[in-house]
């Protein structure tokens, strides 16, 4: 009788120790998969963040370009008067 408890310990125990395995590798496919997304995600924010950078230097040139053709127009007029 105590034989056959403990091979049903034994065998709950086996059984345990596969669901917990099982539940485990579950749980490291779920984290691969959100740390895929989040570095997807991160590339993603990255590439918007280099446009958004280079559309403000595009602005920022062209606003200097704008002023310095407006100063050199001043200064002509003032080298005229």
């Known amino acids: 009788?105590?034989?056959?408890?403990?091979?049903?310990?034994?065998?709950?125990?086996?059984?345990?120790?596969?669901?917990?395995?099982?539940?485990?590798?579950?749980?490291?496919?779920?984290?691969?998969?959100t740390r895929d997304k989040l570095t997807e995600m991160k590339e993603e924010k990255q590439k918007e963040f280099k446009k958004l950078k280079e559309r403000y230097e595009d602005q920022r040139r062209r606003e200097a370009d704008q002023n310095t053709f407006e100063l050199e127009k001043l200064r002509n007029e003032i080298a005229l008067a």
């Open 1 to 33: 009788m105590l034989k056959e408890r403990l091979e049903e310990l034994r065998s709950d125990s086996s059984k345990l120790k596969e669901e917990q395995n099982r539940l485990i590798d579950n749980l490291r496919i779920q984290l691969n998969e």
